[in-house]
């Protein structure tokens, strides 16, 4: 019998000087950061908000579990610029269980939460602009639906906002996600039963001064 591993979910919230733990890109390296202050925070930063663009992010890398039980949030320290109605959105990395070099970009509509209401888009053309992600999850690509494939990252971008010029300074304050990774087993394998219950009896026997076999 072979352990079976339940799904649990698990909440991790970066804040303070665990914000420094993120990966950040940016170009130039200097427009994405961690920063030292009162409090700590991440900063994003470009230049030209618009097409075209640098489009810094601060990123989780994961696995982080299934994209169906996968949900996320950042809360902003500060933000200046961008243009009206801009924030800074979700981006997933996600591939297949089955074929991990098979990988789509989920690009969140801006806001802080990420969840099966999120509104999304994506470069690889599998769904259409504005689909919902409890939509995503049902769509196929590969050997399953992309409910069923994994977060290899999840990172906040700011930048690319269509035709918006100028720039934009985002600050965080934290990010939190929460994932669905195994846990702990649901079944425990044989052999481990059957070690586990020869120790007990060799233990038994040591104590009463003869071996399990002794008779």
Do not use: C
Request: proline content about 5%; overall charge negative.
């Amino acid at each position: 019998m072979q352990a079976t591993f339940l799904a649990s979910a698990t909440n991790i919230n970066y804040a303070g000087a665990d914000l420094s733990g993120l990966t950040y890109l940016g170009n130039p390296s200097t427009d994405a950061a961690f920063v030292t202050g009162s409090p700590d925070y991440a900063n994003l930063f470009t230049a030209n908000a618009g097409l075209g663009g640098d489009t810094p992010k601060a990123s989780v890398n994961g696995p982080l579990g299934t994209l169906s039980a996968f949900t996320a949030s950042y809360v902003v320290l500060s933000q200046t610029g961008g243009g009206a109605g801009n924030s800074g959105y979700w981006d997933l990395l996600v591939s297949d269980p089955n074929n991990a070099a098979n990988m789509v970009e989920l690009i969140a509509f801006s806001g802080t939460t990420l969840n099966s209401s999120t509104l999304m888009h994506t470069p690889s053309g599998l769904f259409s602009f504005g689909t919902a992600m409890s939509s995503v999850y049902g769509l196929t690509d590969g050997s399953t639906t992309l409910g069923n494939w994994i977060v290899d990252s999840a990172g906040v971008e700011i930048g690319n906002f269509g035709n918006t010029e100028g720039s934009m300074d985002l600050e965080l304050a934290s990010i939190s996600i929460n994932d669905s990774l195994p846990s702990v087993p649901e079944t425990t394998p044989t052999w481990l039963l059957l070690g586990l219950a020869m120790g007990g009896l060799l233990a038994w026997g040591r104590w009463h001064g003869r071996s399990p076999a002794t008779k």
